[in-house]
């Protein structure tokens, strides 16, 4: 663990809830509209801190403990991510596995914590989750293969610096179809349109909203906020793949650089969010491993390029 | 090895004395329960000195009638008897507590043959000979049998141990054959002649294919698992959890076995291996998805999870073949340790499942909900095992298949096209197969013990003493040691990994288990330092953060102010989304009819969810058996005098054979 490292996960914890508000200013450029302050996601987790929780009649521990459990598997998995293209705090031969189950850890508590109240609408979104990251598992899983394949290191902040711009240059289809690939993963993982849209008013179609329908205050805020840092986390990963740290050596410019590429991640979540429409429920899950189907392709073209 | 047998010797006396004693239930109880606490204890010993100390034990022949028995205990031997001595004890323990003092009728039988299933395990994993393990193999079988048709005045029961007993002898036949190959080859019954023979590449494969018939049969080797689920839905569950937690082990066992024996592995029997292991694991996922009986759900899980050991297994036998010992050691090693961690997760499992019957009288998930505020300590225990058999962190299973996941990785890293597609087959599959459980999981948890009741049903929580507790409260803590203390596992079970190899005359390098450990144990503190910091922050938040909270509210409605149980989320409508993904495998069929008009009649709607592979292959299959074996009834006509001139006409062409030659 070095101060680099250190100072990632600092800056991550503080930064996270930005990301969600890039977003919304995007949305809104491309709506016409001024949009929610870029800190608006602060502001409203600050006032939920300050809120005393309210709980059904019919929930049990789980739904109190599920918010710090959730929390703490998305930290555990911050401290994974290769920092500013540089090691990660952890890092150990196979730990992009720990951080994809740890986000699983997460995942598994939000849905049997929607099962906890009993409700007739929370389930829905559960049943929906469960299956749409099911299907998701296996094409992220095709995307490090090439990558693992192409830099022969097991070490995901290796993998990250080991992917040369020369590689991408000579394979710009493999690099275009992984990034397809791993960004349709963050849109399903982040419950972002097509798949799920985060403002949506109807319960039946909603699917991370309606899981936490039941919660408010304190609990509300945690979850938020844990949601704000796995697509901060997901956004990182695709960063780290894009670009190549290596060659930028000095920590001022590989922050900067990493900066703007996380903006420019929630510029292009932004977006798509604003020029495509939901996508049917009954075709999500085309929609997934049509996805998972472009990681298979490149993987095939990379096996064919050797 | 004196102590060894000794303890197996104690099991099964044990179990005569109960079964004589019968009828005084207590004295029946107290001897069937306590000879199997002595003899898992008397049995430690042995596998510690083995797995442990590295201790060799002498072996032991005993005559028998036709050739000599013998019996000693090597590494593989003394880690399959693992699962054996720990569920045998916990699964007695529960037994003792709650079946037989409810149970009215034959407690002696019912300790009689569960012991002798115990002992039959434990003496075949120590038997050294050909006939010897043949014997313990069918002592185990029938013993099985028994258990599973004790409820013989269920119609169910008697099907399911039907199944069981006809699917177990068509597995047999092919371990009479591989032995009766492999003897003719080696002129003798004894193991170790076994390694030394000569035998053909082709009857080597014959033997592979056999093996994998006859002891896939056990593991529930898709299509040859149809007879597992109902066999431990019907069984008790506690012996559901010896069942699945170690006789389904034994499948492994004679397969690793059999695989010693061989000097070749062939590089097709691991690609049948890997890719056989990947459609067991999906397929079983997708039909459980749509069962609704918890206990089956817990079945199919456990043929999801022989899907991942034999995933891994089939990549060692690759990374052999291709010279990578290291990614060989891996997926060995995740194999041995899922082996393991799957027994203590399955053993949990079921025995939650048992308790959950005993309190609501029910396997369908349909019917319950809310039960966790009744039975919190199995509600935790459930919930513990649920995110271990999804194979999440921070529990053991987690471990056991990044081993797995870490063998394809490693895969991955090689130029060729071949370790690409193993990579991909492993990766891909992995994470698919762990997707699919943390859904099926989720599930059987949040509609079981989540919630509220979905029927009036009373729970009766009396049987529940802390007896009962206490087991599950032992299994859960066995999980989190395990996998918390992982690190010190590798070691041993690495020893057991060298001695697999070790006929194909390859050796690991010792330093190869630091360098699995390493990642191994960075994953073991994370998973210590996730349940501290878990908990830590739970109690800081209830203590402090949630002072003034509110717990009267209703759940969101949807200002739908009359809600009631039935509004909420079932088992079905959870997993619908799923079964739709997947309905070209699971073949859901439904019935009933659509409502069309404004004012609609009375209508009604029924799913039903069969096994595609029971539906589509054996019971098609049979009838064609069926079809030729009943041509031979006009033979069978119970008069005596038909009989006696089959015996004249018989004795007759003798005679003209003896007269002729």
Known sequence: MNITSIIFIIVSFLAAPILPGLINKTKALFGGRQGPRVLQLYYDIFKLARKTPTYSKTASALTRIAPVAIAV???????????????????????????????????????????????????????????????????????????????????????????????????????????????????????????????????????????????????????????????WIYSALIVGMVINGEIITSLTMQIAIFTLGMAIVAFVIGTIESITARIKLVFIPKFIVGSGALAIIALILKVAGN | MDLFLSAVVAIFVGGIIALFTG????????????????????????????????????????????????????????????????????????????????????PGAYWFFYNLLIAGMLSLVASSNAVLFIMSWEIMSVAAYFL???????????????????????????????????????????????????????????????????????????????????????????????LSGAMSKMGFYGLIRVLTFLPVHAELWGWVLLFGGLITGIYALVIALVKLDLKKVISYSSMENAGIILMAIGTGILANRWNQPLIAFTAFSGALLHIFNHALCKGLLFLCAGSVYFATGTRRQEQMGGIGKSMPVTATAFGIASIAISGLPPFNNFISEFLIFMSGLKAASLSTPKSLLLSAAVLLGLGLIGGL??????????????????????????????????????????????????????????????????????????????TISAPVKTISLFSLAVILITCIAVFIKSKFLDKNQRSDAPTWDCGFLKGTPR???????????????????????????????????????????????????????????????????????????????????????????????
């Open chain 2, 148 to 242: 599973i048709a004790h409820r013989v005045e269920m119609n169910t029961a008697r099907n399911a141990a039907w199944q069981f007993l006809v699917a177990s002898h068509i597995g047999t036949t092919g371990i009479f054959f591989l032995f009766a190959i492999l003897a003719s080859a080696a002129g003798g019954f004894q193991f170790e002649t076994f390694h030394s023979s000569a035998l053909a590449e082709g009857s080597a494969a014959v033997i592979f294919f056999l093996a994998l018939f006859g002891f896939g049969v056990k593991v529930g080797f898709f299509p040859l698992h149809i007879w597992m689920p109902d066999s431990y839905t019907f069984a008790e569950s506690h012996v559901s959890a010896v």
């Open chain 1, 73 to 231: 598997s998305t930290l555990a998995a911050l401290t994974l991510v290769p920092s500013f293209f540089n090691n990660s705090a952890i890092h150990f031969t196979g730990d992009i596995i720990l951080m994809a189950y740890l986000l699983g850890l997460g995942r598994f508590f939000m849905v049997t914590a929607a099962l906890d109240r009993g409700s007739a609408f929370e389930g829905m979104g559960a049943s929906r989750e469960v299956l749409y990251s099911a299907l998701a598992e296996p094409s992220f899983f095709a995307g490090l293969l090439i990558m693992i394949h192409e830099t022969a290191s097991l070490e995901l902040s290796e993998i990250f610096s080991k992917l040369s711009l020369n590689f991408w240059q000579e394979n710009p289809a493999i690099l275009f179809l992984i990034l397809c690939s791993w960004f349709v993963i963050l849109l399903v993982e982040n419950a972002r349109i097509p798949i799920d849209d985060p403002n949506t008013h109807l319960e039946l179609t909603m699917i991370h909203e309606v899981m936490i329908l039941d919660y408010g205050a304190k609990d509300l805020a945690l979850i938020e906020y844990a949601s704000a840092l796995k697509l």
């Open chain 2, 437 to 514: 459980a943390a859904a099926l999981f989720t599930r059987s948890f949040g509609l079981v013990f989540l919630g509220t009741p979905r029927t009036n049903r009373r729970l009766n929580t009396k049987n529940i003493k802390s007896d009962v507790n206490f087991t599950l409260i032992i299994l859960s803590a066995a999980i989190i040691a395990a996998s918390i203390f992982a690190p010190m596992l590798i070691s041993p079970f690495a020893g057991v990994v060298s001695e697999i190899v070790k006929p194909l005359g390859i050796t690991y390098d010792p330093a190869y288990i630091a």
């Open chain 2, 567 to 661: 509004i909420q989320y079932t088992s079905s409508s959870f997993s619908e989304p799923a079964n739709e993904v997947f309905v070209s495998v699971n073949r859901l069929h439904i019935r009933g009819e659509k409502i069309k008009e404004l004012f609609p009649a009375k209508s009604s709607f029924h799913t039903e969810a069969t096994d595609s592979a029971e539906k589509h292959l054996f019971i098609p299959a049979f009838n064609i058996i069926n079809k030729f074996l009943i041509m031979f009834r006009g033979f069978q006509h119970g008069k005596l005098h038909l009989y006696i001139f089959y015996i004249a006409v018989t004795l007759l062409a003798l005679l003209i054979w003896k007269v002729v030659y």
């Open chain 2, 23 to 106: 009828k005084w239930r207590g004295v029946s109880n107290f001897f069937g329960a306590f000879s199997c606490f002595l003899g898992t204890i008397f049995a430690l010993k042995p596998i510690y000195d083995v797995l442990i100390a590295n201790k060799t034990l002498e072996a032991i022949t005993i005559a028998l009638p036709i050739c000599s028995a013998s019996v000693s205990l090597d590494k593989i031997s003394a880690f399959f008897a693992l699962p054996i001595v720990i569920l045998g004890f916990i699964s007695a323990y529960f037994a003792a507590v709650t079946v037989n003092p409810r149970n009215e009728q034959h």
